[in-house]
């Protein structure tokens, strides 16, 4: 496809936010633009009906913008892309420790399409300018602790001319970080430093270079891991100490002990009860191992309640594609609830720079989310000004990885709305360790970690993520949902529930893939059960003592447990639907908010959006601003924000603008056919081929690294989800 003549002209009308008529052409003034709310839309559905011709898995698009009617031959396979890591680290140039490239996966058969060997090159300076020098004017060096023995380069003027590329003249050639912050975190090495570095001549005629800054700005912090409205940064010293095994956990190692313990007398406590059924031993015998049970060392921490509501639509833990900007855009555009990707939680506790780096948030994630105070589902306490929008969510195979992991994430981050544990990620390199959805054929331990984790996660609550279970055909979601609601019934009178505040579904098995729908019907079942939860509450407890408040999390006050759906949802229509008749609390998002960013906003709105390519063009160049804000914008910030962009227009070229639909709602399952926008740049935006997704990334920011690798994440321009939904 050609390249635009002048690209950055579309960014011009973004504010419009309305649906336009359905045979419009081109990007209308919004005043112009026939809203499409949920009730016209289904009107419109009942008046078709009759005449729907859609085919099964492809977007019914207008006969005028059609190319061709045959979507893409290439079959789609999300589950197997959660595997699709970069073979190397891009700074360090380290193999990836998740990419399964172990022993194990030597025999393995590669699976179907997939890039597994994905590189993005390296993307750095030709001289690497020394941290002595980056952040200072050119005559006041800092002292370099190397000395003599740095490799780096410490001349000034020979990095500038010899060791960077020219400066970008994308963004009006103007730093962004300096434009928003008056001062640039990259120093010398911003690709953007002409906006804010000059040249001065002294009296006795010297010229130096120097950096320029306002003055009611703190001076540049040579910290590249703290950033101007970045939160929940682990600094050096704490990961450093994980790393030498000097951090104490004084929960985690008292409460394993007393686990493990615990663990045994229950082995031996359930092999005796087989043997007295059997008739092989007395009671007596039972009773006195019952005996030696004992209390846990200590009670949780009374937690801070949360909300989960139809107003509170959630972004799911997206692996590679939730990451910092993404999730800023999407709360700018209306996520009340968002999730750092899923963390791995051994790396957490040896304090891996790589994991802890997956715990930063944006500013606008530490902010309330949206509530009705006369919502029937607030529990009793909550205090929404101490509420916020993110969580962390960790994998783990062992209760003793993820207890300490949530340990020390509680510790040094400040800002954690929850700690989730996944109990669903399908890949087999965490399914084979008994992590991910290798805990849903293993209730017992999954109880024991979230039981846990809600013992020494202080007042943060703790939640869980789960699949319908294992095998397609064979759910067992309803007997863990009603574990981690309740605990184990030998044992409930002693230990009381485990303190799971909100329990997720997806509503798909582990086997199963994405050929398939999100089946709402299981997840209705299991939203009942959770309903039910006071009814059975009398039932399920063998003893009149009430179990310890703190051990309920949510469950103190009146007995809820939150409860929210996952799986295909895509327009509003979809998520009120799945609340009206699945009963759940509120919907998790995660495939459709990649396509569009901006079904945050039609679920508030209540109504479908037709974005013009201009707009949509905006939330490109807004989440460039925002990677440049979160990576830098130096060489390296540079490469990862192109990078994530790319992964990112992998899957927004999906999307099929409301206005050259035949039918709503639209379909997430539905693959669009060859067509053409309403103009060039809405054609180029629909473009399934990765070089125009390069193009598009050159608009903002420049031309390419020459060391700089991109390939799709299917050998035939595909493309695939790392995430549960």
């Not at 011709?53 to 031959?73: H, M």
């Not at 002595?132 to 020979?158: A, I, Q």
């Not at 009611?216 to 010293?237: C, S």
Request: aromatic share 8%; net charge neutral.
């Amino acid at each position: 496809m050609a390249a635009l003549e002048n690209p950055l002209k579309h960014v011009a009308d973004r504010d419009a936010h309305v649906a336009s008529a359905p045979n419009s052409e081109g990007d209308g003034p919004a005043s112009k633009r026939q809203r499409l709310d949920h009730e016209a839309a289904r009107d419109e559905n009942q008046q078709t009906q009759a005449v729907d011709t859609r085919r099964a898995g492809v977007a019914p698009v207008k006969a005028e913008y059609l190319i061709s009617n045959e979507p893409p031959r290439t079959t789609v396979d999300y589950d197997a892309a959660e595997a699709s890591k970069a073979t190397e680290d891009t700074a360090s140039g380290k193999p990836d420790p998740r990419d399964g490239k172990g022993k194990k996966q030597k025999n393995r058969k590669k699976q179907g399409g997939q890039n597994q060997g994905r590189t993005y090159g390296h993307f750095d300076d030709a001289l690497r300018l020394c941290n002595s020098v980056t952040y200072t004017n050119e005559f006041s060096p800092k002292h370099c602790k190397f000395g003599d023995r740095c490799n780096m380069c410490h001349d000034l003027r020979k990095y500038i001319k010899e060791g960077r590329r020219e400066d970008l003249t994308t963004l009006g050639g103007n730093c962004p970080i300096f434009e928003k912050y008056g001062r640039c975190t990259s120093g010398w090495k911003c690709r953007f430093v002409k906006s804010h570095s000059e040249e001065i001549e002294h009296a006795d005629g010297r010229k130096e270079l120097v950096l320029l800054s306002k003055s009611d700005q703190p001076a540049a912090d040579e910290d590249p891991e703290q950033r101007p409205g970045v939160v929940n940064v682990a600094t050096a010293d704490n990961k450093w100490d994980l790393a030498r095994r000097k951090v104490k956990f004084e929960k985690s190692e008292p409460y394993i002990k007393w686990l493990e313990k615990d663990t045994e007398i229950t082995h031996k406590f359930h092999n005796r009860k087989k043997e007295q059924e059997n008739g092989e031993v007395d009671a007596t015998e039972l009773e006195d191992l019952r005996a030696q049970f004992v209390d846990e060392p200590f009670k949780p921490s009374e937690k801070r309640k949360v909300y989960f509501g139809k107003e509170t639509p959630v972004l799911a833990p997206l692996t590679t594609q939730g990451n910092l900007p993404f999730r800023r855009l999407c709360v700018e555009l209306g996520a009340q609830v968002t999730y750092s990707e899923m963390a791995m939680g051994m790396p957490l506790v040896q304090g891996q720079k790589g994991e802890w780096a997956l715990m930063k948030a944006h500013e606008s994630e530490t902010l309330p989310p949206r509530f009705n105070s006369e919502s029937d589902t607030i529990v009793k306490g909550y205090d929404n000004t101490k509420d916020l929008k993110f969580g962390a969510q960790i994998s783990g195979n062992q209760p003793w990885v993820v207890m300490k992991a949530t340990e020390a994430l509680t510790t040094f981050l400040p800002h954690l709305r929850v700690v989730d544990l996944n109990c669903g990620c399908p890949i087999d390199l965490v399914y084979q360790t008994g992590a991910g959805s290798g805990l849903l054929d293993a209730p017992s331990k999954m109880e024991k970690m979230v039981r846990g984790m809600n013992a020494v996660s202080g007042e943060v609550p703790i939640t869980a993520k789960l699949r319908m279970g294992v095998r397609d055909g064979k759910p067992t979601a309803t007997r863990l949902i009603e574990r981690l609601a309740f605990g184990n019934p030998d044992f409930r009178d002693r230990l009381g529930a485990p303190g799971c505040a909100a329990i997720t579904l997806h509503g798909r098995s582990r086997q199963q893939r994405y050929t398939k729908k999100a089946n709402w019907s299981y997840i209705a079942e299991c939203a009942a059960l959770i309903k039910s939860y006071n009814a059975q509450k009398d039932e399920l407890t063998d003893t009149a003592a009430e179990p310890d408040a703190r051990t309920q999390a949510n469950t103190a006050a009146d007995g809820r447990v939150y409860f929210i759906g996952n799986g295909d949802c895509y327009s509003h229509a979809e998520y009120f639907s799945h609340i009206a008749s699945a009963g759940v609390d509120t919907v998790m998002i995660a495939r459709g908010a990649m396509v569009k960013p901006w079904i945050f906003e039609e679920i508030e709105r209540g109504q479908y959006l037709d974005k013009s390519a201009s707009e949509r063009l905006g939330y490109i160049e807004k989440f460039v601003r925002y990677g440049l804000d979160a990576w830098g914008s130096d060489e390296l910030g540079l490469g990862f924000t192109r990078r994530f962009l790319l992964e990112w227009l992998s899957f927004t070229h999906r999307y099929v603008p409301v206005g050259i639909l035949e039918h709503l709602p639209p379909s997430l399952n539905d693959r669009p056919p060859m067509y053409r926008g309403r103009n060039e740049l809405e054609s180029l935006l629909a473009s399934d081929n990765y070089k125009d997704w390069l193009k598009i990334s050159e608009m903002f920011l420049g031309p390419c690294h020459p060391n700089f690798k991109f390939q799709p994440k299917h050998k035939s321009n595909s493309y695939e989800i790392e995430a549960e939904g």
